[in-house]
């Protein structure tokens, strides 16, 4: 290195030099308070549903349905990307018609639930306006 070459002094930092020091205790007694401290509403509480089980029955027919529909939908969209991607129709073919059967197996099921739950006096009280008022549009249009 040259003598007249000037080395980088560790003892300073010029960075520290830009950035401003702490202000004073009465200075930061000024200076005003966050104000997005209370900007917005408080945020929701969730109620403690520990105690609120469902009956094991409902949970049991709950997470059947569940299993079928996912088979379903998966049968269903692997068979057609089988056949339309691959070419393969029989094996996407067959996927889709397990899928198709485990749809329509699923809706059956979830039909005979709800039943039971209307048969029960469940709180669906507005499937049961839904289901009768679409009768009476069936009815209208088989006059026609």
């Known amino acids: 290195m040259a003598p007249d070459d000037s080395t980088p002094d560790d003892s300073e930092d010029p960075v520290a030099e830009l950035l401003p020091e702490d202000p004073p205790q009465a200075e930061a007694d000024l200076l005003p308070d966050d104000p997005a401290e209370n900007l917005g509403p408080d945020p929701p509480r969730?109620?403690?549903?520990?105690?609120?089980?469902?009956?094991?029955?409902?949970k049991r027919k709950?997470?059947?349905l569940?299993?079928?529909?996912?088979?379903?939908?998966?049968?269903?969209?692997l068979g057609l990307m089988l056949a339309g991607f691959e070419g393969r129709w029989r094996v996407g073919g067959a996927m889709f018609a397990v899928g198709a059967f485990a749809f329509l197996r699923g809706w059956h099921g979830y039909r005979n639930v709800r039943d039971e739950s209307d048969d029960d006096g469940g709180d669906d009280s507005g499937d049961a306006d839904d289901?009768?008022?679409?009768?009476?549009?069936?009815a209208e249009l088989q006059k026609d």
């Open 66 to 77: 569940v299993i079928v529909f996912n088979v379903a939908l998966f049968g269903m969209s």
């Open 62 to 64: 709950f997470w059947s």
């Open 131 to 138: 289901s009768d008022a679409s009768v009476a549009d069936d």
């Open 46 to 58: 969730v109620p403690d549903t520990s105690s609120n089980d469902a009956d094991p029955e409902v």
